[in-house]
């Protein structure tokens, strides 16, 4: 059973940099068949996508957050990550990996989340 | 402001059928996939309905989805009260820079 699991500082300051790790675990970030997400949830507001990113390294941003969205990913450790740079009170939210479905574009498999906030 | 438009909010008494549209335009429903999720209070986004009309393993047949032109609907019959949640639609944009989007979201109430 695949699963994601998402690790980072639940506290940033404003103009640092937010970073976030997923873990996959019970199956290969290397498979052909997908590719790996970011989203994101602001208290109380809908769902937001970030990005998402291939296992050999391609990556599509949104364009609204792509001038500071980085995600990498690192096959050896079954991992991939985000940063977000220069953030704001904006970008508080409940941050969620999820592995996409290439040919359906579906997010299929879901972390559990975790919440950053943005606060000095 | 999303993308993709869906009603805020629906209702309707246990037992009974409710749909829930999201509409776009020709640039993401109108040529790509729509998937559907569901979001439980305090938990993270679950796959309902991929490829229009499919359901994942394990999703009863209660849940279906459809699609025509631009818009798509999911519906939900025999509503139970475990049913209250929200409810996204998601699909690609392959506008200028291609990219997914997902609709503001559906709050249902089972009355």
């Known amino acids: 059973q695949l699963q994601l699991q998402e690790s980072g500082p639940g506290l940033v300051k404003p103009s640092e940099t937010l970073s976030l790790t997923c873990t996959v675990s019970?199956?290969?970030?290397?498979?052909?068949?997908?590719?790996w997400g970011w989203i994101r949830q602001p208290p109380g507001k809908g769902l937001e996508w970030i990005g998402s990113?291939?296992?050999?390294?391609?990556?599509y941003y949104n364009p609204s957050l792509k001038s500071r969205v980085t995600i990498s990913v690192d096959t050896s450790k079954n991992q991939f990550s985000l940063k977000l740079s220069s953030v704001t009170a904006a970008d508080t939210a409940v941050y969620y990996c999820?592995?996409?479905?290439?040919?359906?574009?579906?997010?299929?498999?879901w972390g559990q989340g975790t919440m950053v906030t943005v606060s000095s | 402001q999303s993308v993709l438009t869906q009603p805020p909010s629906v209702s309707a008494a246990p037992g009974q059928k409710v749909t829930i549209s999201c509409s776009g335009s020709s640039s993401n429903i109108g040529n790509n996939y729509v998937s559907w999720y569901q979001q439980l209070p305090g938990t993270a986004p679950k796959l309902l309905i991929y490829d229009n009309n499919k359901r994942p393993s394990g999703i009863p047949d209660r849940f279906s989805g459809s699609k025509s032109g631009t818009s798509a609907t999911l519906g939900i019959t025999g509503l139970q009260t475990g049913d209250e949640a929200d409810y996204y639609c998601?699909?690609?944009?392959?506008?200028?820079?291609?990219?997914?989007?997902f609709g503001g979201g559906t709050k249902l109430t089972v009355l």
């Open positions: 019970g199956g290969s970030i290397s498979s052909s068949s997908y590719y």
């Open positions: 998601g699909t690609w944009d392959s506008s200028l820079s291609a990219h997914v989007v």
């Open positions: 990113i291939y296992y050999s390294g391609s990556t």
């Open positions: 999820a592995r996409l479905h290439k040919l359906s574009d579906a997010f299929d498999i």
